[in-house]
């Protein structure tokens, strides 16, 4: 059944929410800001689908601080959801129907913050366990030469913690790969980007294991 609650029936007709909501789209970093800041104090995210929506689409905001505000806006809102708190349903609809499609470029935007803001890590934990394949992104992210080695790192990391199975054959791959080299580079010297991706190589033993008790433990609950 879905929840309501009478005193937010005129909430999406606010013109003052309205207007406010406008500037998250505003070409100033400043502005848009200062719109999640309003918008936050106003309650409108956790009332309004559409603007829990807007605040959604933000994840990619070109600029980092802007980003860091609004994916924590909306993982404590999905916190929210976790401990009971009251959150409208159509809110909870729109923010699950759109972060369950997230693509690599948003999720590239997301590594990106948890590389700059550690404090972003359990907001972004609850953000991409809603997207249904970002174990299949975060593969290709792993798998990708061309981006940081920090970006790849972040991505291993998050395919442990959260529990991306479909990630185990790449990471695999990934620590068989490593280890060959290691092995060669005691006669042959290895290429600077060659030797750069054993940074890899902790983070994808780390999560190899919190997969591997991931798997034992489904065995024991089957």
């Not at 505003?26 to 605040?55: F, I, Q």
């Not at 997301?110 to 609850?126: K, T």
């Not at 006669?187 to 940074?199: A, C, D, I, N």
């Amino acid at each position: 059944m879905m929840k309501t609650d009478p005193s937010n029936l005129d909430f999406e007709w606010s013109q003052e929410v309205w207007q406010t909501a406008e500037k998250l789209v505003s070409p100033r970093s400043g502005d848009r800001e200062e719109a999640l800041d309003t918008l936050v104090e106003k309650g409108a995210p956790r009332n309004s689908p559409l603007v829990a929506y807007l605040l959604a689409t933000r994840i990619s905001d070109p600029d980092l601080e802007v980003r860091f505000h609004m994916i924590k806006v909306l993982g404590e809102m999905l916190a929210g959801e976790n401990s009971g708190e009251y959150i409208p349903d159509p809110v909870l609809q729109q923010l699950h129907g759109f972060l369950a499609h997230l693509n690599k470029n948003q999720i590239l935007d997301m590594l990106e913050i948890a590389d700059q803001y550690l404090s972003s890590e359990e907001s972004l934990l609850r953000i991409l366990k809603l997207c249904s394949y970002a174990g299949s992104v975060m593969s290709g992210i792993v798998n990708d030469r061309k981006l940081p080695i920090s970006i790849r790192q972040r991505a291993i990391y998050f395919c442990g913690e959260i529990g991306f199975l479909e990630t185990t054959s790449v990471l695999q791959r990934l620590v068989q790969l490593v280890e060959k080299r290691n092995q060669k580079q005691a006669r042959v010297p290895l290429r600077k980007k060659t030797q750069e991706e054993s940074k890899l190589y902790p983070f994808a033993i780390a999560a190899l294991e919190k997969l591997n008790n991931e798997v034992k433990r489904g065995k024991k609950n089957a």
